[in-house]
Structures are given as C-alpha cells and as structure tokens.
C-alpha cells in the first residue's frame, strides 16, 4: 500500500501474504481488512475440521476474536512457497505458553487475501 492507503498495484503475492503476516502480528485488525478482499473466505483451525469464515466482517471477526483470547499470540511463517497467485506456507503459531505447527493455503487476487485455508498438526 502506499502512504495515503491506495493499494500498489505491483505488490506481488509474496509481498501482499508478508504484509498480512506482519498485520496479524501486530494485532492490527483493520490491517488485515484492507490486506483482505470483500469476499474472502477464512477457514479456521477448530477441531474438528475448522471453522469456515466468509467475507471480510466474519474473517476480520475470527481474527478479532483470536486476538482477544491470545493476546500474546505470533505467527512465524518458516517455509514459504508461492506458485503465481497461491501461497502455502509453513509456520508456527505461538501464544507464550506454548506453540502449535501447521500450514496456510492462501490465494491472492488484485492485492489482497482470498482465501486462507488454515490446519494444524495435531
């Protein structure tokens, strides 16, 4: 994005999921609705087969929430891998007492979040 918040229309797929990275460690909300599209699709990693979130308010919702519950809560995405519009990447999620592993499956369209697939080992 730029300055004054118009979206850069060469940010690459790579840059856009980093961007979403860095918004969801920082807690910032409204950061990751502007880094979402209107019609993204969010699946959690309740058990049993998560959670399905649908447009940018239940997404921004689930991660509000998520937010609340763990205030100390990171994402460290440790493997990335980025095929044209698609990302999946590797990380670990950690809130302070413990931690948990697991992948993302994100799709990128005109410079925002889709789709972000979530799962966990366990």
């Not at 999921?17 to 950061?31: C, I, Q, S, W, Y």
């Not at 087969?49 to 239940?58: C, N, Q, S």
């Not at 005109?110 to 972000?116: H, M, N, P, S, Y």
Request: negative net charge; charged residues 25%.
């Amino acid at each position: 994005m730029t300055a004054a918040g118009v979206r850069d229309p060469e940010l690459t797929t790579m840059d856009v999921v980093a961007a979403f990275n860095d918004a969801f460690n920082r807690h910032d909300a409204d950061g990751l609705r502007a880094l979402m599209t209107d019609d993204c699709v969010f699946v959690d990693t309740s058990p049993p087969e998560g959670v399905r979130h649908e447009g940018v308010a239940a997404a921004s919702d689930a991660f509000e929430s998520l937010f609340v519950q763990s205030p100390r809560a990171h994402f460290d995405a440790h493997l990335v891998l980025v095929a044209g519009d698609r990302v999946v990447q590797g990380w670990r999620y950690s809130w302070g007492d413990g931690h948990v592993d697991g992948v993302d499956i994100l799709r990128v369209r005109d410079g925002r979040v889709a789709e972000k697939c979530s799962y966990v080992k366990g």
